[in-house]
């Protein structure tokens, strides 16, 4: 039973990381149909920025101080690359140049990073006291993690019922056609997805930097597994998300500990192609009609 | 129309751009222009090595050695009076991009000797290549070359069925008989497993339990949980990557397991495990290594080893040396020097020759050599340079001097 415990919680901790993942692909995907290639690449940022700036322990005020920084920079840099990806499209949503914006916005950032740190991976210590886990230790990344996804969560359902601009991203979601034939400044909600989605990604990346592999090569491993818990999720739903994320990580988890570790993701991802067979939309996602 | 039906065509257009692209890239490594070999002018030594990926940090400390080697050579003469040439072909640490620039190296640009690739997955699958070119060559690989899959080519890492075997011999004779055994899952993890069988085997022993994870581990808990279920009394880890000690040392914390750890060789990247794990991360925690970069004392480290590691940190920018496991670039160093030694003897650069004479002369003429390490033992039955008679038991979070472990049995 004391194992069961300690895998659930870690396993919820790790499914953290990728939620935050994919809620950020969400927030974007909503607002502009765009999946954001390099979304992993603010991910391994933010975990560079860690490695060289941020002090061992929460305790110290400038670990604080470095996180907003992060994630200003972040947030600023995601919505500069949000305008980027979107200026072509402006024409016409129905075009695929943002496949090669946003991939080439993540082989640049990666490229950048490349040149800073070079081609090693590196590693940073967890900045969080540990928590007590029946008997044991863990982490105090996970709580972190959990905490702010929780957190993010609820202040997302907030912004997105009471704020105007909040209400406008909504619509956006609906029909981004319909929005700016209603006046609806879409670039700029879009700009500000993007802007709110670096920031999301930013902080897990931060908070994460101890349980994530900080290297330029590892991001595109994170963007997969957040786009994979976004569709099992149902794409654009960020409880979707959340529920999809912490289940993957406690799947890992589980697999790991009952049919060993060179188990642990063939039989997880064979599990998300019989979950994708039974609902194809995803767990929480809608079907969507089709024009024939 | 809806996003759904979008997505499909999305992945078609990335689907359809890949192909286009491995067919390009075919198309090039296939289609290109030969020359025929020359036999005068420089020698030509490819290094196939990641440049970009998640290993080029290590590809960098075994090009560092390899230019180290080339530039030793150069300064004395040459081999034969015949320069040599580094001619380096990104492999990603991917073996499949590793066979694109094997051909490269081999059709394009017609080298004479193949330093590299760096991992064993690499090395099986770019070998049939030198095998038919008739290349000789030193390869990174810890595990699976033998004189049958690669006749005209050595590996340098420590052979991981020799390390795996150590390990339980260094525990038995600590009279610790009750071992769990932890390893990842890669070609040499597997190798590992071999020997791990076989030595328990001969021991009559059964281990207490097995677990395996992908490297580099992130959270070892679920492993580490069945295992200290066991009761063990000391855990045998077989490693890839500094983080995946430093996650190991964690992780043991958190769970409250106290065993004694002896771990491969991949578990003496120090600094990077270091930095997740903490000062206390070798504690009761020992290594298994090359005697050339473990002493007991300061004064008993070779004057080669000495002079090797102060020319390596005056010879290269920090950036590039910075937390750079010297004794892995020393091997390659090495191997590039034996290879260098083969063709003078010989005359020739074609496989058969110069793999008959590593065979036959490389482990006795390595100790009038100008090479780093010790205990070569290269024969026509062993493609690995060393074997497992010279391996040390070493505590890596102790350095008697820089980059120089403390021996255990001092």
Known sequence: MQELVILLVRGIGTGALFALVAVSLNLIYNASGVFNFAQGQFLILAGVAAFFWSPSTIADPMWWVVLILVVVVIAALAALQGALTLAPMRSSLDQHSWIITTIAASIILGAIMLLTIGPRSITVGDPFPTFPLVGTKAPGAYLALIVFL??????????????????????????????????????????????????????????????ISISESQALHYVIFGFTVAVVGGLGNNVGAVFAGLAFGVVLMSVSYFFGGDAELPATLLLIVAVLMLKPQGIFGRLHARRV | MSRLWNIRRVVTVIAVTGLLGATVGCSTGGGAATEEPSESGPIKIGVPIPVTGPVAATGDWARMG??????EINANGGINGREVELVVADTEGDPTKANTAMTRLVQQDQVDLVVGPITSDESLATMPILTQANIPSMNGSGSEITAENSPYSFAMLINAVDQAKAMVRFSTDRGTDDMALLNYTATQGKAAVRGWDEAFADAK?????????????????????????????????FAQTGKDTGTLSVN???????????????????????????PETYQD?????????????????????????????????????????VDYVAIYHDALIILAAGVEATGSTDGDV???????????????LPVVHQGFAMSASNHFLMDSDSLVLVNAGTEVGEKVFQRVDC
């Open chain 2, 205 to 237: 022993l059964t281990p207490a339990g097995h677990e395996e994870f992908d490297a580099p581990a992130s959270d070892l808990t679920p492993q580490l949980l069945k295992l200290k279920a066991t009761d063990a009394d000391t855990l045998l880890f």
């Open chain 1, 150 to 211: 929780v957190l993010v969560l609820f202040l997302l359902r907030w912004y997105q019922r009471r704020m105007l601009s909040g209400l406008a991203l909504n619509a956006l979601s609906q029909d981004v056609d319909a929005a700016r034939t209603a006046g609806v400044h879409t670039l700029r909600l879009q700009m500000l997805a993007f802007a709110i989605a670096g920031a999301i990604t930013a902080v897990a990346g931060y908070f994460g930097a101890s349980l």
């Open chain 2, 354 to 368: 110069v793999a008959k004479w590593i065979e036959e002369n490389g482990a006795s003429e390595a100790e009038s």
């Open chain 2, 285 to 325: 925690f020992d290594s298994v290594f090359w005697p050339a970069f473990a002493a007991c004392t300061v004064n008993d480290i070779r004057p080669e080893v000495a002079d090797f590691i102060e020319r390596f940190y005056s010879g290269f920018d920090a950036s590039r040396t910075e937390n750079a496991a």
């Open chain 2, 252 to 278: 043991m914390d958190q769970l409250g397991w106290d065993v004694p750890v002896i771990g491969s060789y991949g578990t003496t990247f120090a600094a990077q495990a270091i930095a997740i794990g903490g």
């Open chain 2, 66 to 71: 390899i230019e180290m080697a080339a530039e």
